[in-house]
């Protein structure tokens, strides 16, 4: 995965355009202006001809009737049938009108169905695309946004990622609408401009309800959105910390606590679906005053021989009560989309980058360490606000030595063995691998030159092999693995399972005991065979006999490599190159295990602890 440096964070609220514009950005090609059009342009000639299929009722009953007619451009259009297919009489002329109204209504189902289908698959690829930026997005993060990042407000995000075609169809739909509700008022203007007119009284009001309805949803919608991923955060931590609620019997207060916050998310939704109902309530009043008005003009005009008579009026009507249902459905339909909007955006927010959320990756390929591992006046701090953690560390570790870090919890010692590996990234003075800044090097060829067995072992529900292969280049051999399991002291087990090294361990490894997980992550790293093996208090979970066993193993499997180990009891870095004694984040002891024993200081008082003497 290539690394790539951020850019900076545009904090500004989202319009419409600007969502798409991102969403253009993210598509990976699907989401492109021209064809965007398409679909619009076809929702024009969809209007288009439903407009000719209504504006074709006119002559036709005129015809039907026997009424003359008297418009001028009706009249023009039974001349252009008289030249164009040779015929005049009244039946013939009905017999084309009608045929041509069904040919308009075809032609307006089509393009509707292509501008549909047209929009539904560039929505489904743009879902894809930003799902897959989405994943790209999360894998460049530093391990720090993930620390500060509730993994449940994490994953609601991703599943707001199925949101994108509800939003695109749903802005679609609401344009059709609007297209639709124009070119209906067009007709009703044609057919009488004086009584369509009157529309006007009632869309100013109209227009100020959607205003209001607008603001309405969105802050409702922004507190939706919100309490949504607070319930998500909740059930993800239930569903994670199952055993320590059952431990603790603490089943009734996480069922308490989730009650109200599913309560008051409930009451949120309750809330902004109101507003969303509200809308073709408050507008159905106005239109269907404005057409009883319209109506009763409309009769009185049409009866005194205004333009058609009996045949205007009902044309007249029927295009009416199409403009009043498709009005009426767009300040729902715009509400709909600030909704989504709302969610689209919040979406997107995993897109804006903060400086401390992704490490810039360098480009010079890592090779393998050729000397030494350099920290020169190293000062780091998690929080750009809060208190340094690591304070003027200076250490040389050559390769091929082995490097214990020791000292009390919250000392640094994880910290500083994550710099190596850059999970984090340093505030000031440099790390240097053969003389060269490791901020120089390209971090995914670093990494795979470096091995790191966590406190907490990470195992996917995949089968025992498919975890020790993991992240692997090359073939592993069936030598390999049985190999690897024997120096991790996992063989006797993995033979005792139904299907061996094939069998599946469970999510997390949930199957495994917490030194057998270990063990499969020590064994993962020993196939990996890497040039710098980082043990992070990797054998705290395991009995002390068999911690004894896997270090000595580890020690002779990685004698030609530059090993960092942070260490939980001390008995087992007797052999150490160097031993490297921090406090609150300073380094205040290094030599070998004898050296620091003579020397009294504190890793002495550790020791003395560990040991039970006085």
């Not at 440096?5 to 798409?20: D, E, G």
């Not at 995000?157 to 124009?182: C, H, W």
């Not at 003009?297 to 008579?309: C, E, H, Q, T």
């Amino acid at each position: 995965m290539k690394h790539k440096n951020p850019k900076p964070p545009n904090k500004k609220a989202r319009s419409t355009i600007q969502i798409l514009k991102e969403l253009k950005d993210l598509s990976g090609g699907s989401l492109k202006i021209f064809p965007l059009l398409v679909p619009f342009a076809m929702t024009f000639i969809s209007s288009a001809m439903e407009v000719a299929s209504l504006g074709l009722i006119i002559p036709l009953l005129q015809l039907a009737i026997g009424e003359d007619i008297k418009s001028e451009a009706l009249s023009k259009i039974t001349e252009i049938y008289t030249n164009l297919f040779g015929i005049s009489d009244r039946l013939h002329l009905i017999i084309l009108t009608a045929v041509l109204i069904v040919l308009a209504v075809v032609l307006k189902n089509l393009f509707e169905y292509l501008s549909k289908i047209i929009t539904q698959d560039m929505s489904m690829d743009i879902q894809h695309h930003v799902r897959t930026k989405m994943i790209h997005q999360l894998l460049m993060y530093d391990l720090l946004y993930f620390e500060r990042k509730r993994i449940g407000e994490i994953e609601f995000m991703l599943q707001r990622g199925n949101m994108v075609p509800q939003f695109i169809m749903a802005l679609r739909d609401t344009i059709e609408k609007i297209v639709m509700s124009l070119a209906y008022f067009c007709l009703m203007l044609y057919i009488s401009w004086t009584i369509s007119l009157m529309v006007f009284l009632i869309l100013p009001t109209g227009y100020f309800v959607i205003l209001w309805l607008k603001k309405l949803a969105r802050s409702s919608s922004s507190k939706e959105q919100q309490s949504l991923s607070d319930l998500s955060v909740r059930s993800y931590r239930i569903l994670s910390s199952i055993g320590l609620i059952k431990s603790y019997g603490t089943e009734d207060q996480e069922e308490s606590e989730f009650n109200d916050i599913s309560g008051g998310a409930n009451e949120k939704m309750k809330k902004l679906n109101k507003v969303i109902a509200l809308a073709p309530h408050l507008q159905e009043p106005l239109i269907v005053v404005a057409v009883v008005l319209m109506a009763g003009l409309s009769y009185v005009m049409f009866i005194s021989g205004f333009k058609g008579a009996i045949a205007g009026f009902m044309t007249f009507f029927v295009v009416l009560k199409r403009f009043q249902s498709t009005f009426q459905t767009v300040a729902p339909s715009i509400v709909s989309i600030i909704r989504q909007k709302m969610i689209i955006s919040s979406l997107l927010d995993l897109f804006r980058y903060e400086p401390w959320m992704v490490i810039p990756s360098g480009k010079l390929p890592f090779k393998g360490i050729k000397k030494s591992i350099e920290f020169k006046h190293i000062n780091f701090k998690y929080d750009p606000n809060g208190p340094l953690i690591l304070k003027d560390i200076n250490l040389e570790i050559k390769k091929g030595q082995t490097v214990a870090f020791v000292g009390q919890t919250g000392s640094g010692k994880t910290t500083v063995v994550s710099l190596v590996a850059r999970n984090f990234d340093y505030d000031d003075g440099q790390i240097l691998i053969d003389g060269v800044p490791i901020k120089d090097y390209d971090m995914t060829s670093l990494r795979h030159h470096i091995g790191y067995v966590r406190q907490q072992a990470i195992i996917l529900n995949l089968s025992v092999k498919d975890n020790l292969i993991y992240g692997m280049k090359r073939q592993v051999t069936h030598k390999e693995i049985l190999k690897a399991l024997k120096d991790a002291q996992m063989l006797d087990y993995v033979n005792s399972l139904p299907q061996k090294y094939d069998t599946i361990v469970g999510e997390g490894g949930a199957d495994l005991s917490g030194g057998q997980r270990q063990r499969i992550s020590i064994a993962r790293a020993i196939i990996r065979n890497p040039d710098i093996l980082i043990l992070d208090e990797a054998t705290s979970s395991v009995d002390t006999e068999t911690e004894k066993k896997i270090q000595d193993a580890l020690l002779r499997i990685f004698k030609n490599k530059t090993v960092l180990v942070n260490a939980h009891r001390l008995s087992t870095i007797e052999k150490a190159d160097q031993i490297v004694v921090l406090e609150h984040g300073q380094l205040v002891e290094k030599g070998t295990f004898r050296q620091l024993i003579s020397k009294k200081g504190r890793f002495f008082h550790y020791w003395k602890l560990q040991a039970g003497l006085r």
